[in-house]
């Protein structure tokens, strides 16, 4: 904490037009207000009046470039593909990846009292999400004769919480000394009409978690990017953490983004086809001759709906939140006194004090702006970069809603359609229903099996039974 007097104080957040932040101080306790100065001195200030004036007050209007065009997307398919899964081989072997998951959300969407990684995955044992990437991590160890060390971004509201579930589970077998977690940073939320910072309380600033766009400064500061210099990681597997689904150490990925044609090795991006022109994702595209994503909200209409020749969606690359970056590409941000990435804009309900009177207000509609930064952004800071299409039911299952799309309903069943197709592709006879859908349910653990060709190195039932709950 600074040195700053609370005169000094009064006269800074006047500047910024911010002085009711101190409305209060007079009632405040001893630990109050040092607790509410360490909020202060934690806040940019000269950017304040421009994060106000540029995204409460305004809403930024995305132009889109006169020259976007679709990315182009490497194919599992491509003759070079086995050579580029060697070289990731190799780099896995050699103990220069590592995990990396951001794990700021909370469960309230889903109806769950914790930490989003907490929330029970599977269909038959309920394990959790970190506990399926923490398996995946094991195997990984196995199979390459490295640790894999996992770098976990908490935010503020559930650190503490998912420390405790790691080490009420013994870190799931991996060993404390390689899981390693730091909270995400956070930004003030504020006022719609106003652009007036919000007060949680008589002494405590509103605050919100900076995006996972924070995870490059947040890396760094944090001590993580010096400690896998000390391990010897060159790139990290970048991951959600609502996507049980995802591939952690994909051979063909990590080998395509190190080495592979067109990439330069320091962010890639995998995609799967778009459900449908109108699906909420970001689509990947080439602007001014580099590889970008524009939101779902941000692409007209015209654009999402066009087709090609073959009566493909045009703009088809949908993003699933799956990267690969290099330590030193994120140190050379992290590093850059000029390096920012661009706030995005949310209304939200933001639950507050009067300024003038100290009450609580419960808002009923949006009265709050909250910013975050998205790591995608960091694809344009990115010299060259390389898209991996992959198939939606082989890595993307998310899990973010209570109920309908995206809920652990459809999660639980693409993971079991996920599990009868490695099964039948190695001689299972699997029921299906009249429809053609898994007459069944299959809980296939990393342990068992990551990837479908590690299922031929397992002996599987010869055969499923009708209505079935299978646990391999």
């Known amino acids: 904490m600074s040195n700053t ?30 607790s509410l100065l360490a909020q202060l001195d934690s806040i940019d200030w000269a950017s304040v009046p421009r994060w106000v004036a540029t995204y409460v007050k305004n809403k930024p209007r995305f ?20 050579a580029l899964a060697d070289a990731g081989r190799a780099l896995l072997k050699a103990g220069k990846v590592a995990a990396f998951v951001v794990a ?84 003030p939320s504020f006022d719609i009409s106003t652009g007036k910072i919000l007060l949680a309380g008589p002494g405590e600033i509103a ?23 000390r391990r010897g990681i060159e790139h990290l597997a970048y991951f959600q953490v609502d996507n049980p689904h995802v591939q952690i150490c994909d051979e063909l990925f990590l080998g395509l983004h190190a080495q592979g044609p067109g990439s330069s090795g320091e962010m890639s991006s995998k995609m799967v086809a778009k459900a449908s022109w109108d699906e909420k994702v970001g689509v990947f595209c080439l602007a001014n001759g580099r590889l970008d994503v524009i939101e ?44 920012e990435l661009p706030f995005h804009r949310a209304e939200k309900k933001v639950p507050h004090v009067d300024p003038v009177t100290g009450l609580s207000v419960e808002p ?5 702006v909250k910013l975050e930064r998205f790591i995608f952004d960091a694809l344009a800071k990115a010299s060259q970069s390389v898209v991996l299409e992959t198939d939606r039911v082989e890595e993307f299952a998310p899990i973010k809603n209570a109920t309908g799309a995206d809920s652990v309903v459809t999660s639980q069943k693409l993971q079991t359609l996920r599990a009868t197709r490695w099964l039948s592709g190695c001689g299972t006879s699997i029921p299906t229903t009249p429809a053609g859908e898994p007459d069944c349910i299959i809980e296939l653990s990393p342990l068992t099996a990551c990837a479908v ?3 031929a190195c397992v002996r599987m039932p010869s055969a499923i039974e009708r209505g079935a709950r299978v646990l391999l």
Not at 158 to 167: G, I, L, S
Not at 364 to 368: L, V
């Open 207 to 229: 605050t919100n978690p900076d995006g996972h766009g924070g995870a490059v400064a947040a890396l760094h500061k944090s001590g993580s990017l010096a400690d896998m210099r």
């Open 63 to 82: 132009e889109i470039p006169s020259d976007l065009e679709p990315a182009p997307c490497f194919t599992r398919q491509s003759p070079c593909a086995p």
């Open 104 to 187: 700021g959300g909370q469960g309230s969407r889903l109806g769950f009292d914790g930490p989003k990684g907490c929330y029970p995955a599977t269909a038959i044992t309920s394990k959790s999400l970190f506990q399926l990437f923490a398996e995946q991590l094991l195997a990984a160890r196995h199979k390459y004769g490295v640790i894999v060390p996992w770098y976990i971004m908490t935010s503020p509201l559930n650190h503490r919480a998912t420390v405790e579930f790691f080490a009420r589970h013994r870190f799931f077998g991996l060993g404390e000394d390689n899981v390693r977690f730091f909270p995400q940073g956070v930004m």
């Open 296 to 339: 779902y909200s941000d692409l007209p209409q015209d654009l999402a709906k066009a087709t090609d020749p073959s009566g493909r969606l045009r703009f088809n690359a949908g993003s699933i939140a799956i990267h690969a970056l290099s330590v030193a590409f994120l140190e050379r941000l992290a590093t850059d006194p000029a390096f």
């Open 5 to 34: 007097s609370i005169s000094d104080w009064h006269a800074r957040l006047s500047t910024a037009e911010q002085s009711h932040l101190l409305q209060f101080w007079e009632r405040l306790d001893a630990t109050q207000r040092a």
């Open 453 to 455: 060709g590690d299922v």
């Open 364 to 368: 009923a509609a949006n009265n709050g």
